[in-house]
């Protein structure tokens, strides 16, 4: 500081001296009008480096800083200095950006960033390509306005992004994209796709090949099944042995033909193009025809009990959810030893609609609860295969719940009993005229 103010009066001293002299030789107002002329000149001289300041600071990334005399010297150097290391550093950012653009290009996924409000901040290569966008043209503009299948703009709508969302034909080229959007930083999003249509193609495949070979199996599994009940009911059969081997035989094919059944179910509610046919499902109704078809199944073995707590409906489709909640009863009755209870309930938790089944059966324990909805999956092999079972109801019962937007909830302690229970969202309850509501 002090040398600045050294070099920044240093000139008007030596003017202040000049200008004694020549008071001292020629009078007072010779020096004033001699120190007013240099401090002028002096002006002159800071007003045109402050000139060249201005010129520089108007175009600064162009041109070099201007160098001056006296203090200006120091200014200009410090300046300098300032712009080398803030242009080193820009560079080093630059170097830093295209490395990371180099990185996410090399992703096998599609990554873009959008701002709170769904609008394009950046994108990779990939992302271009997997939403038909162009990086530059499209920065800033609004994604749902590029992307706008229907199941995309929901999903973005909706802003539940806990499971990612599998968008089919996201171009005209019949591309299938599984898309994750994962929130970051201040109100910023990433959305991360992934080209799946291969991954789809082998998954339809094998669907494909499942329903096809289920629907061939059917035909022949039906003839020897004629034929193994003719002739076990034939009154000439003396043999024991061959009525026993007719018997066990009539029992497999029947089994067969149970498994023939919940494959082709199944392919149907898997299949994407088979969408959910929605209708007003009286379930109070419904549920009053599986109670009674349950009893005769349990044949007094157990207490079968139901309880109808809410008179709602349900926006949905009669013939999957018998096919759940037919499911879940029957379950009940072949995994609860004879003397034991089951209780059948639609009721309310909040606003949504809730069916449930519990029974004082064998329960599971908890190691096998997260896999039970896996196909052939079994707690106890031989006990499914006594009660007839195929290991596919409770997949059966998964996709249909989630085709209707349900959540699945299953609380059991070994030993006590099972409690299986569909949640379904407030979206699907429906309120029945008072004519048709049926109580219990
Ligand atoms: P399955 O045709 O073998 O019954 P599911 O898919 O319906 O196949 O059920 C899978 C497995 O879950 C069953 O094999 C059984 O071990 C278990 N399970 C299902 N329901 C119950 C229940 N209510 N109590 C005890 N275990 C059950």
């Given at each position: 500081?002090?040398?600045?103010?050294?070099?920044?009066?240093?000139?008007?001293?030596?003017?202040?001296?000049?200008?004694?002299?020549?008071?001292?030789?020629?009078?007072?107002?010779?020096?004033?009008?001699?120190?007013?002329?240099?401090?002028?000149?002096?002006?002159?001289?800071?007003?045109?480096?402050?000139?060249?300041?201005?010129?520089?600071?108007?175009?600064?990334?162009?041109?070099?800083?201007?160098?001056?005399?006296?203090?200006?010297?120091?200014?200009?150097?410090?300046?300098?200095?300032?712009?080398?290391?803030?242009?080193?550093?820009?560079?080093?950012?630059?170097?830093?950006?295209?490395?990371?653009?180099?990185?996410?290009?090399?992703?096998?996924?599609?990554?873009?960033?959008?701002?709170?409000?769904?609008?394009?901040?950046?994108?990779?290569?990939?992302?271009?390509?997997?939403?038909?966008?162009?990086?530059?043209?499209?920065?800033?503009?609004?994604?749902?306005?590029?992307?706008?299948?229907?199941?995309?703009?929901?999903?973005?709508?909706?802003?539940?992004?806990?499971?990612?969302?599998?968008?089919c034909g996201?171009?005209?080229?019949?591309?299938?994209?599984?898309?994750?959007?994962?929130?970051?930083?201040?109100?910023?999003?990433?959305?991360?796709?992934?080209?799946?249509?291969?991954?789809?193609?082998?998954?339809t495949?094998?669907r494909?090949?499942?329903?096809?070979?289920?629907?061939?199996?059917?035909?022949?599994?039906?003839?020897?099944?004629?034929?193994?009940?003719?002739?076990?009911?034939?009154?000439?059969?003396?043999?024991?042995?061959?009525?026993?081997?007719?018997?066990?035989?009539?029992?497999?094919?029947?089994?067969?033909?149970?498994?023939?059944?919940?494959?082709?179910?199944?392919s149907k509610?898997e299949n994407t193009l088979n969408t959910l046919?929605?209708?007003?499902?009286?379930?109070?109704?419904?549920?009053?025809?599986?109670?009674?078809?349950?009893?005769?199944?349990?044949?007094?073995?157990?207490?079968?009990?139901?309880?109808?707590?809410?008179?709602?409906?349900?926006?949905?489709?009669?013939?999957?959810?018998?096919?759940?909640?037919?499911?879940?009863?029957?379950?009940?009755?072949?995994?609860?030893?004879?003397?034991?209870?089951?209780?059948?309930?639609?009721?309310?938790?909040?606003?949504?609609?809730?069916?449930?089944?519990?029974?004082?059966?064998?329960?599971?324990?908890?190691?096998?609860?997260?896999?039970?909805?896996?196909?052939?999956?079994?707690?106890?092999?031989?006990?499914?295969?006594?009660?007839?079972?195929?290991?596919?109801?409770?997949?059966?019962?998964?996709?249909?719940?989630?085709?209707?937007?349900?959540?699945?909830?299953?609380?059991?302690?070994?030993?006590?009993?099972?409690?299986?229970?569909?949640?379904?969202?407030?979206?699907?309850?429906?309120?029945?005229?008072?004519?048709?509501?049926?109580?219990?």
């Amino acid at each position: 500081m002090f040398y600045f103010w050294r070099r920044a009066l240093f000139s008007p001293f030596v003017f202040f001296f000049l200008s004694l002299l020549v008071w001292a030789t020629v009078g007072a107002l010779p020096a004033s009008l001699f120190f007013s002329l240099l401090l002028l000149i002096h002006l002159i001289l800071h007003l045109h480096q402050l000139k060249a300041l201005d010129f520089w600071l108007a175009n600064s990334d162009e041109r070099m800083v201007p160098d001056g005399p006296g203090m200006w010297e120091e200014v200009f150097t410090r300046l300098n200095r300032m712009v080398r290391q803030h242009r080193k550093e820009h560079e080093q950012h630059i170097a830093a950006l295209q490395h990371m653009e180099q990185a996410t290009s090399a992703l096998p996924e599609g990554v873009t960033i959008l701002d709170g409000a769904y609008h394009i901040e950046w994108c990779n290569p990939l992302a271009e390509q997997h939403f038909g966008l162009d990086c530059k043209r499209d920065i800033g503009q609004q994604i749902t306005y590029l992307a706008r299948q229907p199941e995309f703009v929901q999903y973005l709508t909706l802003h539940e992004f806990s499971e990612p969302l599998v968008l089919c034909g996201a171009r005209q080229d019949e591309l299938t994209l599984s898309i994750k959007l994962i929130p970051y930083g201040n109100n910023k999003l990433l959305l991360i796709s992934r080209d799946i249509t291969h991954l789809e193609r082998i998954e339809t495949m094998r669907r494909d090949f499942i329903a096809n070979v289920s629907h061939e199996l059917r035909t022949p599994l039906t003839v020897v099944n004629g034929f193994v009940e003719t002739l076990h009911d034939m009154p000439n059969l003396e043999n024991s042995m061959t009525r026993r081997a007719l018997h066990l035989m009539g029992e497999q094919t029947h089994r067969m033909e149970r498994l023939v059944d919940d494959l082709l179910t199944l392919s149907k509610l898997e299949n994407t193009l088979n969408t959910l046919q929605e209708e007003t499902v009286n379930v109070s109704r419904l549920l009053s025809t599986l109670h009674q078809e349950g009893q005769s199944l349990s044949a007094k073995k157990h207490t079968l009990r139901l309880e109808l707590a809410s008179h709602c409906a349900l926006l949905g489709n009669t013939d999957e959810l018998r096919s759940a909640f037919s499911n879940l009863i029957s379950n009940a009755i072949h995994y609860t030893p004879q003397g034991g209870e089951i209780l059948v309930s639609w009721h309310e938790q909040g606003d949504r609609p809730v069916f449930s089944v519990q029974d004082s059966g064998s329960g599971i324990a908890p190691q096998h609860i997260p896999r039970l909805t896996e196909r052939f999956y079994r707690v106890d092999r031989s006990r499914s295969r006594e009660t007839g079972g195929t290991g596919l109801g409770l997949a059966i019962v998964k996709h249909i719940t989630s085709r209707h937007q349900a959540r699945l909830e299953i609380a059991s302690v070994e030993g006590k009993g099972s409690t299986f229970s569909i949640v379904f969202p407030v979206s699907r309850r429906l309120t029945l005229p008072a004519e048709e509501a049926i109580t219990a």
